[in-house]
């Protein structure tokens, strides 16, 4: 099993908030190496087929970490539907990761693992979830 990120001195973890978006950029030795995006109230579409459309060349597979959820070599997308802020509404959760390609093949698994682990909370924090 790989470890998701690089050991390092310092870490740092930036978080920007707005009406559509919160964003998280962590840092290790003042390097960018993980982005966390969740989007509000996001029209449904399969992630899996974006991924085969936009993202090919990085081998894009169903994910574990939700029903409607895709993994590449370096990125994963969820998204789960968002009742508790209205009909149609949908959570959008996308997590990247920096590193060489080879490297980023080898994390999938811990890639996969880190998003289906987040998502409950990432869900409560956008609203998602009455608990």
Known sequence: MQQLLPNG???????EVSAVRDRCVLSVDRNRVLFINE???QNHFDVLEHFMEKRLDRNPEKST??????ITDGEILAMTSCTN??????HLLHISIMGSLEELKKKR???DQFA???LPESRKEMGCTTT
């Open 9 to 15: 001195e310092s870490f740092e973890a930036r978080k």
């Open 109 to 111: 698994e811990e890639l």
């Open 85 to 90: 802020r209205g009909k149609g509404k949908n």
């Open 116 to 118: 289906a682990s987040y």
């Open 65 to 70: 970490a939700a029903e409607n959820s895709a």
């Open 39 to 41: 989007y509000r109230d």
